[in-house]
């Protein structure tokens, strides 16, 4: 009899993958199926919120933004499948390629990007004509850069500073130690971090924000000193801090909305563009509220929505709301559980991993979904100033469903390659060592 394949320490046996779904499903099935149900309330919440819609730009069909919302799903879902069959292995090496290819993207949106409330955050597509927002598949190839690069360091990134001295002193004080931090550890482990957040930063304050506390997660848990992510902190509240005074002072991108929300405008200056942004900011809010309100324990049942005319980006911003209206309170928590429920699969996979690229790939894909969710649905809710982000594969929309299947598809991808015993364990790389 031949000898059985040895297993790894905290690994169990798991039962041979024999059925039909087994076999194309492969990988962590309770995630499979968390992603299906919110693609099916995807579909019910955009043909239910965008009726009004339809009436006024689709000359009255209201089955127009529900076949849209259809194919990019179906477009979603073969990118996910494709993706979570290919060896995570394969397509990391390409990573510094795809980052810099995503960063060409964002630059494209600064000169023929499609402009839309005073920012540039879309690339038409050529000949078909669709959108795609280069910021999505920037932020997927910089967790899996940031990764890469944190893997690499396990050995010694708890015991080294990733910042050289910030002050002339400390950097006359041992010049040749602060070049070497500068140049091995600073510049290939957060210049990326920085590069992308900062092409980000000038058109989504919010999502740029997101994605640098998705990074710092990582370098925490990447065991990064904490000593150091504090200076990383410090740093950055600095430079944002006069990056926005400067923008705001010279009234640049959208600097005046982005301190309008945060509460500074009445205390700074209120221009006619900000006081516009103001109205348009609380009438959203008010809507919200109304929807939320009028939602009750069960709520109003699908297609019964009262607010849909009047609720600003029902389909998208506001979806959350929306969901609370028509599906009350009980719908509302499924939505949250389910989300809370993406991160919980990738706390396991992680786990499970062993080593730490797609242990951290995976925890920062999962996050960043997660993460996305809870800023839309504490806007909707009134607890956090209005940003933007949308409700991930849940609104309508092209872009974010595309990228957002694609991560999906490779934490799925690394699921089933720890299941097949198939990740690559090298020496030195292991987050518990």
């Known amino acids: 009899m031949a000898e059985q394949q040895q297993l790894q320490p905290g690994q169990t046996e798991e039962p041979a993958e024999t059925g039909f779904f087994d076999r194309l499903f492969s990988g962590d099935k309770p995630l499979w199926i968390i992603v299906i149900s919110l693609a099916i309330i995807s579909l019910l919440v955009v043909y239910s919120s965008t009726a009004s819609m339809a009436y006024k730009n689709a000359g009255g069909n209201t ?141 989504n304050f919010s999502t740029a924000a997101l994605t640098f506390f998705t990074c710092w997660v990582m370098l925490f848990i990447g065991r990064v000193r904490v000593r150091e992510l504090w200076r990383l902190i410090a740093l950055v509240v600095v430079v944002m801090a006069a990056a926005v005074t400067v923008m705001y002072m010279f009234n640049i991108g959208r600097s005046h909305t982005w301190v309008n929300r945060l509460g500074l405008g009445d205390a700074l200056s209120k221009t006619e563009q900000v006081q516009v942004q103001n109205d348009e900011d609380n009438l959203q809010e008010e809507q919200a509220q109304i929807a939320i309100a009028s939602g009750g324990i069960t709520g109003k049942g699908p297609g019964n929505s009262t607010q849909r005319s009047n609720l600003p980006h029902a389909y998208s911003d506001f979806a959350y709301a929306f969901i609370v209206e028509e599906y009350g309170l009980v719908g509302s928590c499924l939505i949250l559980f389910l989300y809370l429920c993406v991160f919980f699969r990738g706390i396991v996979i992680f786990q499970r991993c062993g080593t730490a690229l797609p242990s951290l790939l995976v925890l920062g894909l999962s996050l960043m979904i997660t993460l996305q969710a809870l800023i839309n649905m504490m806007v909707s809710v009134g607890y956090f100033p209005v940003t933007g982000q949308t409700l991930p594969l849940i609104s309508l929309g092209g872009s974010s469903v595309v990228f957002t299947s694609l991560s999906l598809g490779i934490i799925l991808g690394v699921s089933r390659q720890m299941k097949e015993q198939s990740l690559d364990r090298p020496k030195g790389e292991s987050l518990l060592e």
């Open 63 to 203: 089955a127009h933004y529900f076949f849209n919302q259809l194919k990019f799903i179906a477009i979603g879902f073969v990118i996910m499948w494709f993706v979570h069959r290919i060896n995570y292995q394969r397509y990391v090496r390409f990573t510094v390629v795809l980052f810099i290819l995503a960063l060409g993207f964002m630059l494209l949106t600064f000169v023929i990007g499609v402009n839309l409330n005073s920012a540039s955050r879309w690339i038409r597509i050529p000949i078909i004509g669709m959108t795609f927002q280069p910021s999505d598949f920037m932020r997927v190839t910089l967790v899996a850069l940031l990764a890469q690069q944190l893997a690499k360091r396990q050995k010694v990134i708890d015991k080294i500073p990733i910042l050289p001295a910030l002050t002339p002193g400390g950097w006359r004080k041992n010049p040749r130690k602060n070049r070497d931090i500068l140049f091995d550890t600073t510049i290939p482990l957060l210049g990326p971090v920085v590069v992308a957040c900062g092409a980000i930063f000038f058109s």
